[in-house]
């Protein structure tokens, strides 16, 4: 059995488990930044099951790296620049979603939803999901630092759905360097997520209104 075969096998059978950890991983994260009581062995535990998590995340890096041809580890980071950022930021690992489609519609014969569906829809639970890591990691750099105007949980949430959305009103702005180079990574995505279900439901409409005789000659 060749490399790729091998490695088509291990993500087709392991990405949603994987989705699944990456859902605990979110909140074991949130419960931590949303606990504002004392230190106690529920921290604890939620804390030691965000290490556990990540190391699955890290191990399931190497079986990828390894089932690829182990080919040199640079060569195959410079080729995997997501799934590497999404080891060193679990947070981002919302964007992998579309994996997890991948591996279920290799068990089908066709998809159940038409390209434009496909692609709103992985927009916007990416927005979703990344939007609500975003707003958990600000409203944690944020919170309590001199002349913070992000103080609150939903300061932060409604922080991040103007940024999202490029509206930005301006009215809560991060202020530490952590929280502004978050707040960065947020515009990009926005950008990109925003502009991705422009463009596909820009099409659809396009595709829909076309008349027949509009239509490019078919071959």
């Given amino acids: 059995m060749d490399a790729d075969s091998r490695l088509s096998r291990w993500e087709t059978r392991s990405e949603l488990p994987l989705s699944m950890a990456s859902l605990l991983f979110l909140g074991a994260y949130a419960v931590q930044v949303l606990d504002r009581g004392p230190a106690g062995p529920w921290r604890t535990l939620w804390l030691a099951v965000t290490f556990a998590i990540w190391a699955v995340f890290a191990a399931d890096y190497a079986v990828r790296w390894w089932l690829d041809g182990h080919r040199p580890l640079p060569r195959y980071v410079r080729h995997h620049l997501l799934d590497t950022a999404v080891l060193l930021l679990p947070l981002l690992r919302p964007l992998r979603i579309i994996r997890l489609y991948d591996a279920v519609q290799r068990r089908r014969d066709r998809p159940r939803l038409s390209l434009y569906a496909r692609v709103i829809a992985y927009a916007g639970s990416s927005a979703v999901l990344l939007g609500f890591a975003g707003a958990l990691a600000v409203y944690q750099a944020e919170?309590?630092?001199?002349?913070?105007?992000?103080?609150?949980?939903?300061?932060?949430?409604?922080?991040?759905?103007?940024?999202l959305t490029t509206v930005g009103y301006g009215d809560i702005t991060p202020v530490t360097p952590l929280g502004r180079t978050l707040a960065t990574g947020m515009m990009i995505a926005g950008l990109a997520l925003l502009g991705a279900v422009t463009g596909a439901f820009s099409s659809w409409l396009i595709q829909v209104f076309t008349r027949d005789d509009e239509r490019p000659p078919a071959g």
């Fill in 143 to 163: 919170r309590g630092a001199p002349g913070a105007t992000i103080r609150t949980f939903g300061d932060s949430v409604w922080w991040t759905a103007s940024t």
